[in-house]
Nanobody
Framework: QVQLVESGGGLVQAGGSLRLSCAAS????????MGWFRQAPGKERDIVAA????????YYADSVKGRFTISRDNTKNTVYLQMNSLKPEDTAVYYC??????????????????WGQGTQVTVSS
């Protein structure tokens, strides 16, 4: 069983920055594909960014390209999402997700089998 705990959400003004962290339990974190998703009220949960087991390949949704950066530290069992130039439309609950025993980039929500509880990000205009 994998447990994921997100942190770093909060309230920020437009143009500001936040860094989300997701700490994972387990001794096989380095074999997980990881992703960040977000869900705004009344909307579906969508992918924001994804990263392969070794950080060698990443994916970004078009809406966040050039502003967000996903990274991971396998020595700390942690994946990060650095969010810069935040916009009000980035307001959502952000979820960390893991796909165990995966060596490929995973971008579809159905490919992930573990989820965190979510952290709220609110961007004021």
């Amino acid at each position: 069983q994998v447990q994921l705990v997100e942190s770093g959400g909060g309230l920020v003004q437009a143009g500001g920055s936040l860094r989300l962290s997701c700490a994972a339990s387990g001794r096989t974190f380095s074999s997980y594909a990881m992703g960040w998703f977000r869900q705004a009220p009344g909307k579906e949960r969508d992918i924001v960014a994804a990263i392969t087991w070794n950080g060698g390949n990443t994916y970004y949704a078009d809406s966040v390209k050039g502003r967000f950066t996903i990274s991971r530290d396998n020595t700390k069992n942690t994946v990060y999402l650095q969010m810069n130039s935040l916009k009000p439309e980035d307001t959502a609950v952000y979820y960390c997700a893991a796909r165990s025993n995966s060596w490929s980039l995973r971008v579809d929500i159905s490919e992930y089998n573990y989820w965190g509880q979510g952290t709220q990000v609110t961007v004021s205009s």
